[in-house]
């Protein structure tokens, strides 16, 4: 089991940024990292993720805006949000996929105020 502690959340204005951290314990096998983002009623969303190496895919409403980035040793991943609008909140969270399955933070509030 993977565990991972995700921070930097949390209320900004229109215009503003956040950078969002999570954090993989141990020493794991990582195939895949990245965020995603749940609004209130709506499906869950990717946001942004490492996959395979360091190919990234990142969702088409956040492209220029948002960019994903990573440690040397691949086990934390930040993700940098610029430009944020109210369409930007949302419980973001963290997923990690390992040969042995799937794994996801707590999430983290991003709340933009216009």
């Known amino acids: 089991q993977v565990q991972l502690v995700e921070s930097g959340g949390g209320l900004v204005q229109a215009g503003g940024s956040l950078r969002l951290s999570c954090a993989a314990s141990?020493?794991?096998?990582?195939?895949?990292m990245g965020w995603y983002r749940r609004a209130p009623g709506k499906e869950r969303e990717l946001v942004a993720v490492?996959?395979?190496?360091?190919?990234?895919d990142y969702a088409d409403s956040v492209k220029g805006r948002f960019t994903i980035s990573r440690t040397k040793t691949g086990n934390t991943v930040y993700l940098q949000m610029n430009s944020l609008t109210p369409e930007d909140s949302a419980v973001y969270y963290c997923?990690?996929?390992?040969?042995?399955?799937?794994?996801w933070g707590q999430g983290t509030q991003v709340t933009v105020s216009s």
């Open positions: 141990g020493s794991v096998t990582i195939k895949a």
């Open positions: 997923r990690v996929v390992t040969p042995w399955g799937d794994n």
């Open positions: 490492f996959r395979g190496g360091s190919n990234t």
